[in-house]
């Protein structure tokens, strides 16, 4: 009589059972995932943006532009503060990464060190001071430069998520990856090229006054613009450049709401309110300028120019050569607000929700064949042994979709394959075994005891080869991105299921079978 | 009772006899490998090298010619397009473009402009130079730690002739398979990477049953010669490695039949590995066993267990 303990035979029906409850729901029209927590039974397998279709976006804040703003104003800080100290500097400037600045005459008294000191001192513990001799130069410091990455991409996350799912519902991943990379999924998107425009923007929002002592066009001759402006050029290509003053009227931060609509020619605009602050301020600078242009400027770039009719409060129009999309996703840019940095995007993967849809299909005719094959091939070759395993590879199958459901893992085309080949190696272990059975019955051993050496001698056998195994699926979860993490996850679960059902089922099979029947011969 | 045997139950044959032509054909294929990855190189998919890949699909069969006119004026430097899975869909892989990142996205602006309302764009990949880089180094580094951990493992649970000549074994099979690749210019991105990796674990698994009876019959006859227990090992075990093979096989034919483009050259390489990781099992590892004077005395803390009646 073979053993089985009781206890054994408890846990191998209730994991099955559990198993099934799990994978239940992949059997069901699949609908949004979002119900129940993440170890409720009665969800199904999280898909990948390669299988459902979406996009993939991993972004990099571009922290040396915000690093080179942050170095102008603090240039422009320290001028004021300097000259407001009566202290005498020369070629204050700012470079890329640093601020530099000498000071006049070969020495310096103590009390003017003093207040220099305190004047860098108050800069921040962000920059580090060097002087040498009269010079000095003053540059972010390793915490600094941490701190303001922090800053920069934790706001940008929250600019992005307002700008990709303003109301909420497409639940996008949207992480900090490393110093300054943000990844971004973003499930069933049809047009990945929308998402990159809406995100590509900074969106920087000004309302600057147009400098009239010059044009344009004289500026370009001469190469000089009047100080205190700048030569900016249109947004539209090949469109006319503006001398614009650097003084800002107004800024996006101070934008209440903006969306689209139509100007008086009934071509697409975009309609802005200002908050309070904002009106006083328009309503202030409109007021004393009516009659002169001013130029609404988008990163950089000059929308429109329009010429100030009368004083203007708290709404007005942003007209330019829009159609009516662009109108839409610029209003939907401004209300999330402007970037900090700009984005670049270093890696994108994005799949049609049509061909995810064939990819599935695909994977689960390939899973379908591969499985009647194996199927096929075991019986042939094992008899009912083989029907034994076979029943243990199916619930092999169920256990690893229900475990993909349960620990909600994500499951990509990669992964269909690792379940594909997992069934193909899920076999081994019982094969392992049943070869051993096959040499001890040809030693003469009578049949149970056969059965209970040949699992008892294949068993280091296969805990060897089965770890071995894992141990490159570790590092491909490790090391692999996406996809093929996916691939790594059900390779690992599919062993890890393999084992269990070769050693547990087909043996719990086996013992009932031949307690049952109590077989004098076997023909395996 | 009809069973299919493709090996027959008590095989005898000399594998030790062939060692010698398999162990100079595999060196002679090893060093052709290394030669073919530094004079021809890989075929280096986006993943690497960086560029941009677009599957688009048309409502009629696309008209390949047609596309790689539209798209050779944009400028965009080396093209490819061919056809993928059926004849309505296109695969154009676009090199990487001069400049930055931002660069790159322009050409793939321009490619969907350019491929207009006709095409139904599926799939868009681009991976920047930076990141091309990052991820070669990550595979790298995976694959050296999956065989330096794998060979650690076997020198714990078995002695050090065994780890080593199951390093080799594996190291043949990661080093022929990328040989295979650069001479057959099939496209090496991720997915083949992620199959380098499996087929060094499906190997290894090979490679360690093998072992484990090597190692119990190095207890079980210890008057025999070496090489006699070595046969006997491999002939004992050869059944198994078969139908292990073929079910394995089986699986990945059914992948590349039916499971899509995407995955075909994935199963592909699997396929090649699964051959090659059998064949390396039985003739390098067993091979450079043979060159090794294996211990006999038994291992107290590696017995197998004793069934119960032989007690």
Sequence with gaps: ??????????????????????????????????????????????????????????????????????????????????????????????????????????????????????????????????????????????????????????????????????????????????????LVQLPGVDDPERIKRLIGRTARLTFQLVDMRSTAQEARNSGRVPPGSVLLESAEEGGQEYIVEKRVMVSGELLENASAGFDQNSRPAVNF??????????????????????????????????VIQSQIFGSGQITGNFNVSETNELALILRAGALPAPLIILEERSVGPGLGADSIAAGQIAAMVGLALVIIYMVLSYGLFGVFADIALMVNIVLILGALSALQATLTLPGIAGIVLTMGMAVDANVLVFERIREELRGGRRVAQAIEAGYSRALSTIIDSNLTTLFAALFLFVFGSGPIKGFAVTLSLGIATSMFTALMVTRLLIVVWVNAKRPKKLEL | MFRLKLVSSTPSLNFLKYMPVSGVSSIAAVLVSIGLFFIVGLNLGIDFRGGILIEAQSETPADIGGVRGDLENLGLGDISIQSFGSDRDVLIRVQRQEGDERA????????????????????????????????????????????????????????????????????????????????????????TLAAILTIAGYSINDTVVVFDRVRENLRKYKSWEQPKILNKSLNETLSRTVMTSVTTAIALIAIILFGGAVLRDFALAMLWGVTIGTYSSIFIAVGLLSRFDLKRNDDEDNQIPTPEYER
């Design chain 1, 273 to 306: 309110q200002l908050n309070a602050e904002g009106a006083r301020r328009f309503g202030r600078v409109t007021g004393e300028n009516i009659g002169r242009p001013f130029a609404i400027v988008l990163d950089g770039k000059v929308v429109s120019a329009p």
């Design chain 1, 1 to 182: 009589m073979l053993q089985f303990e009781t206890w054994k035979k408890a846990i191998v029906l209730l994991l099955v059972a559990a198993g099934m409850l799990y994978a239940a729901p992949n059997l069901f029209s699949r609908g949004d995932n979002s119900g129940g927590t993440a170890f409720m039974p009665g969800q199904a397998i999280n898909l990948g943006l390669d299988l459902q279709g979406g996009s993939h976006l991993l972004l990099q804040a571009d922290l040396s532009a915000v690093v080179a703003e942050r170095m102008v104003s603090v240039s422009e800080n320290l001028r004021l503060t300097l000259r407001a100290e009566k202290i005498r500097f020369r070629s204050l400037k700012a470079d890329t990464d640093s601020v530099g600045f000498a000071l006049r005459g070969n020495e310096t008294d103590d009390a003017t060190n003093a207040q220099i000191d305190s004047i860098l001192t108050d800069l921040g513990r962000d920059f580090d001071v060097v002087r040498s001799g009269q010079t000095f130069a003053i540059r972010f410091n390793e915490a600094g430069l941490q701190n303001l990455a922090n800053q920069t991409v934790e706001q940008a996350i929250e600019i992005i998520r307002r700008r990709l799912d303003p109301d909420g519902t497409k639940e996008p991943v949207i992480q900090r990856q490393g110093r300054d990379r943000i």
């Design chain 2, 104 to 191: 790159q996205l322009q050409a793939i602006e321009k490619i969907t402009n350019a491929l207009g309302g006709a095409y139904d764009i599926r799939r868009t990949e681009f991976v920047g130079p930076t990141v091309g880089a990052e991820l070669a180094e990550k595979g790298m580094l995976a694959v050296a730690c999956a065989l330096f951990a794998i060979m650690i493992y076997i020198w714990f649970r078995f002695e050090w002739q065994f780890s080593i000549a199951a390093f080799l074994a594996l190291t043949h099979d990661v080093l022929t398979t990328i040989g295979l690749f650069a001479l057959t210019g099939f496209e090496f991105n991720l997915a």
